[in-house]
Structure formats: structure tokens, C-alpha cells
């Protein structure tokens, strides 16, 4: 038998910090939602779920900056999200600078200093509101800058125009997409 624990509190080392449930699917969005509102204010084109070249990886959001370089925000909903992760080193390789957003609740003494910190205030929207209110969120602290290799930055570039075009094209003709994954099953 399976418990559930979406729904149990993170502990956190600071008792008078704000608590949210570990992992919950809600707090993940409204952290997401906030971000990308962050992006979008910072001129930032922002993908979410982008798959990376390396095996099986995703990042959460892949920002595309104004000066072309690349930054990866890794969403962690709580503490046990953030404990149990142990991929997201990997994400280093991948970008320019890497993020950690997280809501006003999680222990930020457990981020690495050389990683980015966006904090969301989660906790001042009313879970009624989250669908149509974004929450406020700010950079803490700005990330180590990890330069990328010229051969894997252009193939992440290509691979970031592909994924956007690909994605606005399932928007603009759903039709046409299930279309051509049919044609393909059919290959």
C-alpha cells in the first residue's frame, strides 16, 4: 500500500517560515506560472518541459536570454522534491546559468551558493485564486555563469527554435499535427 505524500507538510529548519505541501501538483504550477510571467517581464522566451540531448533529461523551464545565452530554472515544489532530486548537476552542462524556484516557504540556506535563486510568494495568493492570479516572485541571488561549449550551444539553440516552432505549430493546427503523427505511426 502507497501513501500519499503530496499533502504532508516539508519540514524546515526554520519553524516561523511559511509551509507548504511537499510536491503538490498546485504549488508546482503556481511556481511555474510565476516564472514564466518573470521571463515574459525580463524579455526572456521561456519553454517549459524542454528535453534536453541527454538521456531521458527535461528541463522544467529553458529561457532563451536577450544577450543568446541560455538558462535553465529547475522548479522544486518542496523540500522532499528538492532531497530527492539527484539529476539536476546534470542541467550545468546544458545551460549557461541554472536556477532553483522555489516558493517562500522552502529552507534557502539548502540551495548551493553558485546556483540561482527565484523565490515565488506562493503564500500570498489564496489557493482559490492561483488560476487567475500570478504570484509575485524576484531573483535572490544570480547564478555562477558556466559558458557553453560553441558546438553544444548551437545544437541547444537549434533544438530550442525546434521545440518553439513545433510547439506553435500544434497550437495554431492541432489538425494537421494529428495528422502527421498518424502518417508517422503509419510509416
Not at 539527484?86 to 529552507?107: C, M, N, T
Request: hydrophobic share 45%; proline share 7%.
Amino acid at each position: 500500500m502507497s501513501t500519499d505524500l503530496s499533502d504532508i507538510p516539508c519540514q524546515s529548519p526554520d519553524k516561523n517560515s511559511v509551509q507548504s505541501p511537499c510536491g503538490l501538483p498546485e504549488t508546482q504550477l503556481a511556481i511555474r506560472r510565476a516564472v514564466l510571467g518573470l521571463c515574459r517581464t525580463m524579455n526572456w522566451a521561456a519553454i517549459n518541459e524542454f528535453a534536453l540531448p541527454a538521456a531521458g533529461r527535461r528541463a522544467d523551464i529553458m529561457a532563451l536570454l536577450p544577450d543568446h545565452s541560455l538558462t535553465c530554472i529547475e522548479i522544486k515544489s518542496g523540500l522532499r522534491d528538492f532531497q530527492t532530486d539527484q539529476k539536476w548537476p546534470e542541467y550545468r552542462g546544458w545551460s549557461d546559468r541554472l536556477f532553483f524556484a522555489v516558493d517562500d516557504g522552502f529552507p534557502l540556506d539548502l540551495i548551493p551558493p553558485d546556483v540561482g535563486l527565484i523565490v515565488v510568494s506562493v503564500s500570498a495568493v489564496p489557493s482559490a485564486f492561483r488560476d487567475s492570479i500570478l504570484a509575485e516572485c524576484t531573483i535572490l541571488r544570480e547564478p555562477a555563469l558556466h559558458k557553453l561549449a560553441p558546438a553544444r550551444r548551437r545544437t541547444l539553440l537549434h533544438l530550442f527554435a525546434t521545440t518553439a516552432a513545433s510547439r506553435l505549430m500544434t497550437l495554431e493546427d492541432p489538425a494537421i499535427t494529428a495528422s502527421l503523427r498518424a502518417a508517422r505511426r503509419t510509416d
